[in-house]
């Protein structure tokens, strides 16, 4: 949670959403792209980078482990890297701001580095749980010293005697996969993670794209086994990594446009892979009016232009089985949810919880102040619209929070009265174009 001031801002009825949003970078494929890019031998370049608080917190952890990054105009970036095994002990603690994703994957590259760091995050970050990656990768032979054995802020020592794992993920979390995969990297022989429900794969592809042994098998069961070989040489890709516009950026702009009547916009090179894209599918099935145009695949991860027209939604139910495909949409499903007509149900929510807020609760509290109707339960949320916006008309708390800041901002677009939200610096994190971009294509938030 930020010290700053403060930034409040109001959502207020727009006219018609028009023109082209070109949206953020994919944070996901960032941090991975500077992280890979730091243990690789050579230089990676990398275009598109997003250059959010988040991902500019993994180029400074990145800096203070001994690589080079470098900006070297807007998103384009460069990381001389250190080699599998470079990493150096930091002279600072590394603070991962707001990040889980910056926080979990990096430990999993110090496991097995023979070093020692302190790591710390924001206000939002210590509360959220370590203990999912702290204990396979202890397994691996790190050794931890935890705020309440599983908190930040914390002290990592990387493994002397690195030991490969089979790891099973006993919670869907691509977080904790790419930590065990990464840590994997510099242990001897193959560390595989099984996993019943996919998640994200950013990690897989881009490791293959480092040119890493690196496979995915179906084992049966419903289950996917993805194994990394150990001290691979880990090579800077010959040409730029192209970061694809980020699907759960895109998100906000998108359901802004089907709910605002008579607007038509297009998203340009948004990434498309299926393990991101259950808010699409989700928003089809509530009869949105949005495809995807020129598909086609850059750097390993599939991308498309998103093109959008105003649609009136029905009510659905979104199965708990979609939810790792779009566990940061949420929040604004459910925004989408508050203007359908009908009751939505959306099942396997518990991982909402421990995000940068407890999301469920910030959702559910947030929609019934603006007058909707909602129901919730540990791992469920009901939402009931009768087709039309809100009535609006109030401040909504974020709890610094980007994705609930981002979300009631849309709603207070199409409400009968404006929505404030109490402070939206965090939406610098994932999305700093937001307000701008919004603003740009006819939206009203000031
Ligand atoms: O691997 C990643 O880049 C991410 C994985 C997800 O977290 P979990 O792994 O905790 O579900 C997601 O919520 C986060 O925004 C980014
Ligand atoms: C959950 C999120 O990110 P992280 O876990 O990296 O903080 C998010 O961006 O919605």
Known sequence: MSTQKPIKLTGSRARPLTGLARVAGDKSISHRSVMLGAVAVGRTQVEGLLEGDDVLATAAACRLLGARVEQLGPGRWQIDGVGLGGLAAPDQVLDMGNSGTAARLLLGLLATHELSATMTGDASLVKRPMGRVIEPLSRMGAKFTARDGN???????????????VYELPVASAQVKSAVLLAGLNAPGATSVIEREPTRDHTERMLGHFGADMRVEDIGNGKLQATVVGRPELIAPKDPIRVPADPSSAAFPCVAALLIEGSEIKLPDVGTNPRRTGLYETLREMGADLRFENEREEGGEPVADLVVRASELKAVDVPASRAPSMIDEYPILAVAAACARGTTTMRGLAELRVKESDRLAMIANGLAACGVRVESGDDWLSITG?????????????????????????LGQVSAQPIAVDDAAAIATSFPDFVALMNRLGGSIS
């Open 151 to 165: 908190k930040l802020p914390l002290t990592i020592e990387g493994a002397v005697l690195p030991v490969p794992l």
């Open 386 to 410: 009768d087709g039309r916006p809100p009535a609006g008309g109030t401040t909504v708390a974020t709890a610094f929070d980007h994705r609930i800041a981002m979300s009631f901002l849309v």
